[in-house]
């Protein structure tokens, strides 16, 4: 049995990371922590979790932490870099859910992020979690950084027409809209029920955290450099992220439906929809699946795609487990495989 430990097991991505690994059945989920409940048992805070765990919130603690196999830090930004070269060293492997490890260029996410990175030596070897892309060097990996929700949802509705070259690469718009629970746990104004009910807004229009991330990707991908619109929109209810891609046909033809599924054909978690179905977020609550059409518009030069997935899920925790899997050489799917929430 592989040793875990969650830092930030309070949060929306924590406690989605224990309803999936309390059903894990060759880990064992040894420390969950938290500094302002720390004493306190973890199913008190979630009732949902009562019978499954029989452990108590404890404040982070490296020492502690060293004896796992491997941490998930499902922390805001700027924690898990604090303490990621001391585990390493103890040959615990991370994966970080939040962004510390997911820009290369430590300029850009010191801009991005606005704080200085504690351990930029380290950027070079962290791994980016999308196993569609990386999956054999997420094998071998240490140190994952986890992608964010966005980022999953456009560059797994774009790869398939990036590697036939069938777009323009200067021209790829995002438009996206993500469920409140995208926001975290934590109090905010914004997010509060009587916000963000029965209104629907754009925000961050003028440069979102992700862009730069999914242009890092997917020109990396590519081998050329990508332009994209990035445009994020709060949606009213909690789970959920809904892509719509727009890009500019190139010379080359391609048959959508069938590029599509040749592409993701051997992927658990990508599930190709026919042309001119549209994938809805309630398909995919709660499961690690991507659902994705492609279309192709008559009236239109443009390609549209649409990917939708579980924020908290392919979005983030999932994701992360889909990436603990393949680090501690256990099969992918292991505790993923599960449908949908419906209604
Ligand atoms: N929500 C999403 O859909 C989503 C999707 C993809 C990625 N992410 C990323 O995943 C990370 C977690 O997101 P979330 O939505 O779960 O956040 P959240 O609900 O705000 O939870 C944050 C957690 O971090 C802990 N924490 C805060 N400061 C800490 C510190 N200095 N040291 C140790 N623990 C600390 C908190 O517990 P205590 O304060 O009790 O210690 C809490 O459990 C973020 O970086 C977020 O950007 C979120």
Redesign the pocket.
């Known amino acids: 049995m592989k040793k875990i430990g969650i830092?930030?097991?309070?949060?929306?991505?924590?406690?989605?990371l224990l309803r999936f690994l309390v059903n894990h059945p060759d880990i064992e989920i040894s420390l969950i922590?938290?500094?302002?409940?720390?004493g306190s048992r973890v199913d008190a805070m979630f009732p949902n979790l009562r019978g499954y765990l029989d452990l108590e919130?404890v404040?982070?603690d490296i020492e502690s932490l060293c004896e796992c196999d491997l941490v998930f830090?499902?922390?805001?930004?700027g924690?898990a870099m604090k303490y990621t070269e001391a585990l390493l060293n103890a040959g615990t492997k991370v994966i970080d859910?939040?962004?510390d490890f997911r820009i290369k260029d430590v300029n850009i996410w010191q801009k991005w992020y606005g704080m200085t990175h504690s351990c930029p030596e380290l950027l070079a070897d962290a791994v980016y979690g999308l196993p569609e892309i990386n999956r054999e060097k997420i094998k071998s990996a240490n140190l994952i950084a986890?992608?964010?929700?966005y980022p999953t949802a456009v560059t797994l509705g774009l790869l398939p027409l990036l590697k036939a070259g069938c777009i323009e690469l200067d021209d790829i718009i995002a438009d996206t809209k993500?469920g409140v629970?995208?926001?975290?746990?934590?109090a905010n104004v914004g997010t509060l029920f009587s916000e963000v009910s029965g209104s629907f807004k754009a925000y961050a229009v003028s440069g979102h955290r992700h862009q730069p991330e999914i242009i890092q990707t997917l020109s990396l991908f590519s081998g050329e450099s990508v332009d994209l619109t990035f445009v994020p929109h709060l949606l009213p209810m909690i789970r959920g992220i809904q892509a719509t891609l727009y890009a500019k046909k190139s010379h080359i033809h391609c048959n959508l439906t069938e590029l599509y599924r040749n592409y993701y054909k051997n992927e658990p978690f990508v599930d190709v929809l026919d042309e001119g179905t549209a994938p809805e977020t309630r398909s995919v609550r709660s499961s690690n699946m991507c659902q994705i059409s492609a279309n192709q518009p008559s009236t239109s030069q443009r390609i549209i795609v649409l990917s939708v997935i579980d924020?908290?899920v392919k979005?983030?925790a999932g994701q992360a487990i889909q990436n603990m899997n393949l680090m501690l050489g256990l099969k992918e799917t292991t505790a993923l495989r599960q449908a949908a929430l419906l209604p």
């Open positions: 830092v930030g097991a309070t949060g929306y991505t924590g406690v989605e922590t938290s500094r302002a409940n720390a919130f404040s982070p830090f499902a922390t805001p930004n924690i859910l939040a962004a986890n992608p964010g929700c993500s629970s995208g926001a975290g746990r934590k924020n908290l979005g983030a």
